[in-house]
Nanobody
Framework: QVQLVESWGGSVQAGGSLRLSCAASGYTYNRNCMAWFRQAPGKEREGVARIATGSGNTYYADSVKGRFTISQDNAKNTVYLQMNSLKSEDSALYYC????????WGQGTQVTVS
């Protein structure tokens, strides 16, 4: 079993920055990747960014390219999402996802941009 706990969501004005973190605990060996998803009210959950554990290769949704950066600290089993130049449309519940043999989700952290 793996537990994922997100932190450091919050409210910020447009143009501002936030840095989310997601810490994994439990059986964290042989992780394949970690990712961030988000879901706004009335919309489907969408992928935002993903990072491969071994290679560090990253993927970003077009809507966040150049503004968001995903990174990881494998020693701490933690992934981060640095979000800059935030827009109102970035407001959503942000979820951490961890890929092992099965996938695990965090409980979500709210980001509100006004």
């Amino acid at each position: 079993q793996v537990q994922l706990v997100e932190s450091w969501g919050g409210s910020v004005q447009a143009g501002g920055s936030l840095r989310l973190s997601c810490a994994a605990s439990g059986y964290t060996y042989n992780r394949n990747c970690m990712a961030w998803f988000r879901q706004a009210p009335g919309k489907e959950r969408e992928g935002v960014a993903r990072i491969a554990t071994g290679s560090g290769n990253t993927y970003y949704a077009d809507s966040v390219k150049g503004r968001f950066t995903i990174s990881q600290d494998n020693a701490k089993n933690t992934v981060y999402l640095q979000m800059n130049s935030l827009k109102s449309e970035d407001s959503a519940l942000y979820y951490c996802f961890g890929g092992w043999d099965v996938g695990y989700w965090g409980q979500g952290t709210q980001v509100t941009v006004s």
